[in-house]
């Protein structure tokens, strides 16, 4: 069974994933380049990073049996062509959770307190210290507004509270009355949240149905001075209409580690703007997140070779019954 490890990984993830799987009959190969992945046709199964595995990657690997995403997201994959194929889906949900809360509550932080202004001004050779006085805030007493509460958003809530912020959320599936309880969360329906809250912070998966869920519309209602942070996925937001909102004043700013065309160019308005702080998609980028994400695709790996069933599936109302 040839097991292809496609795209960039923190050292040591092929050693590791080898020595997990080194008492079973699988060839574990590692595939960097982008070119070379579009040749693949070869592969039982498939882990994925940052490489996208549309209908034609699927077609063209007649013996896939499982594509398997390194992270929650899985709209890099056509999960739909996947199952009439019968290829299972899976990803690795909450393996990420606490890296990518962390760099959301850090990018709520850091637009908050003027950080890249200041930065950008100390380079210019202007010391800082009163110039973004008036427009920087901490989070304590302030409102911040969580759309999705799964894994990820549920821990940022618990750490906004730490900083002293107050946390509201919507969710399409309202948690349950003691899960709202036990994280600190009160529900809002989405206009009223995005109109209520200081910070607005999204973690939810992109889908056809929520493309520029932010939008201007969206975006007029929001509070003056507001701060939008997303470290879900580039599309929810109409990235465009953010920068306006900006530049314009409407908002205080942006943190966003996701944006609609990645990578940005060096000459993109988005990184242009200190009040905006953009990060090349690194929410679940750390070194020791592979330590928590491993074992789980062994696992699936393991568990569709013995016939069991699988925990992480993602594409099942798309397979052949």
Same mark, same amino acid.
């Given at each position: ?13 092929? %050693?590791? /994933? ?13 595939? !960097? ?11 039982? /199964?498939? /882990? ?13 690997? %007649? ?20 199952? /009439? ?28 307190? %003027? ?43 618990? %750490? ?47 889908? $056809? ?6 939008? !201007? ?12 942070? $997303? ?91």
């Amino acid at each position: 069974m040839k097991i292809v490890l496609a795209g960039q990984y923190p050292d040591n993830t092929f %050693k590791k /994933i080898k020595q997990m799987l080194s008492k079973e009959n699988y060839s574990l190969v590692a595939i !960097e380049k982008q070119d070379e992945f579009d040749r693949l046709t070869d592969a039982d /199964i498939i /882990i994925l990073r940052s490489f996208k595995a549309p209908k034609e990657i699927i077609a063209n690997n %007649k013996h896939l049996k499982m594509i398997m995403r390194w992270g929650t997201g899985f709209d890099s994959v056509d999960i739909k062509a996947a199952g /009439i194929q019968g290829v299972l889906v899976t990803n690795t949900p909450g393996a990420n959770s606490n890296a990518v809360s962390e760099l959301a509550i850090l990018l709520m932080l850091a637009v908050g307190r %003027k950080l890249l202004c200041h930065i950008d001004s100390l380079r210019e050779g202007k010391w800082s210290k009163n110039i973004f006085l008036d427009n920087s805030f901490c989070m304590r007493n302030k409102i911040v507004g969580i759309i999705g509460a799964g894994n990820i958003g549920r821990k940022v809530a618990t %750490k906004a509270q730490a900083f002293g912020a107050s946390t509201l959320y919507y969710d399409p599936f309202r948690l349950s009355f003691e899960k709202e309880k036990e994280y600190g969360l009160k529900f809002m329906e989405l206009p009223e949240l995005i109109a209520t809250s200081d910070i607005i912070t999204l973690h939810i998966p992109l889908t $056809n149905d929520n493309k520029h869920m932010i939008g !201007e519309p969206e975006i007029a209602n929001m509070k003056q001075g507001a701060i939008l942070i $997303n470290t879900s996925r580039g599309g929810l937001v109409d990235d465009k209409a953010l920068l306006n909102a900006v530049e314009n004043g409407k908002l205080a700013g942006a943190g966003l580690d996701v944006v609609e065309n990645e990578p940005l160019l060096e000459s993109d308005p988005l990184i242009k703007n200190s009040n905006i702080i953009v990060t090349p998609h690194i929410g679940g980028g750390t070194a020791d997140i592979a330590d928590a994400i491993i074992p789980m695709l062994v696992n699936d790996i393991k568990a569709h070779v013995d016939g069991r069933e699988i925990e992480h599936l993602v594409n099942k109302e798309f397979l052949k019954k």
